[in-house]
């Protein structure tokens, strides 16, 4: 079953603008982990924001992680074109052994 | 860079047909993963591997099996295919950490699409 689950399901914003999406997960993590998804492409690997970690920068993405409400959030600020994607939130749960659950997925449209 | 490999990037095969999807990494990972997206279901673990001739059951393994028989290259099989096969799949790799604490990112290739007639 799927642990993460992202909000919203989809997103379209215009170019220039932020984006947030946020993930819930129902048991406790060692890490979460962002990856991006262009149409018909694999996963790319963003962020791994580990449970002792609260928030995370790489370039124009920030990560939170608030282990008490089991939730993270993505923000991307200024955002491109090239930034429409499907983003996916991805936990290793304790004692997981290296295995992620994924889950659906939010799909994002910048429009220029 | 990492770079992970998957064979074919669309495959169109028969009901009944044994099926192989092949995937390669050249960097020494430990961990190698298969995994199907379908539409709604986002991505599910078939099986994964953390070692040569080692191999774990996912969430989704009926159906399926594995090989690993080098470091580098992990195999999907479809046994007999059935069409509710008929998916993207994907296969990954990662550094392996500790059994208990991987804290490592996966690293995907592009994926197979693949039909089943």
């Known amino acids: 079953s799927q642990q993460g689950e992202e909000d919203p399901q989809a997103l379209s914003i215009q170019e220039g603008e932020n984006a947030t999406m946020n993930c819930s997960y129902k048991?406790?993590?060692?890490?979460l982990q962002w990856y991006r998804q262009n149409s018909g492409r694999g996963l790319v690997h963003l962020i791994l924001?580990?449970?002792?970690?609260r928030e995370k920068h790489s370039g124009r993405l920030r990560v939170t992680l608030d282990t008490s409400k089991k939730s993270s959030s993505l923000l991307i600020t200024a955002s491109r074109a090239a930034d429409t994607a499907s983003y996916f939130c991805?936990?290793?749960?304790?004692?997981?052994?290296?295995?992620?659950?994924f889950g659906g997925g939010t799909r994002v449209l910048v429009k220029p | 860079d990492v770079k992970v490999t998957q064979s074919s990037r669309y495959l169109v095969k028969r009901t009944g047909e044994k099926v192989f999807l092949e995937c390669v990494q050249d960097?020494?990972?430990?961990?190698m993963f298969w995994y199907r997206q379908d539409p709604g279901l986002g991505l599910r673990l078939i099986y994964f591997?953390?070692?040569?001739?080692?191999?774990e059951k996912g969430d989704i393994p009926e159906g399926y099996s594995v090989s690993r028989e080098k470091k580098e290259r992990f195999s999907l099989i479809l046994e007999s295919a059935s069409t509710n096969q008929t998916s993207m799949y994907l296969c990954?790799?990662?550094?392996?950490?500790?059994?208990?604490?991987?804290?490592?990112?996966?690293?995907f290739g592009d994926g197979t699409r693949l039909s089943i007639l």
């Open positions: 990954a790799s990662s550094y392996l950490g500790t059994f208990i604490i991987s804290n490592q990112p996966q690293h």
């Open positions: 991805a936990t290793e749960y304790k004692a997981a052994g290296n295995k992620l659950t």
């Open positions: 591997s953390y070692d040569v001739k080692m191999k």
């Open positions: 924001i580990r449970s002792n970690e």
């Open positions: 048991t406790s993590i060692n890490n």
């Open positions: 960097m020494d990972h430990e961990n």
